[in-house]
């Protein structure tokens, strides 16, 4: 599978509701909301592949559901 850029993770979360995605992938709401935000700059591997994992998941569900 293929990791999202940041920006890309970026533009999704602006419209998701940081608490589903804190559930969904492990991550706590503060780091979601500094990624989302522009506020965290190290953002570890482990912490994209977590989000890229959540949107494909999620983009592979609404695509079933069709």
Do not use: P, W
């Amino acid at each position: 599978m293929t990791i999202l850029t940041i920006d890309d993770i970026r533009t999704k979360l602006h419209d998701r509701r940081l608490e589903v995605v804190a559930v969904a992938t492990g991550l706590h709401y503060n780091t979601l909301r500094q990624i989302r935000d522009n506020k965290q700059h190290n953002i570890k591997y482990e912490t994209l592949e977590k989000l890229s994992n959540y949107f494909y998941r999620e983009c592979a569900l609404i695509g079933a559901s069709k």
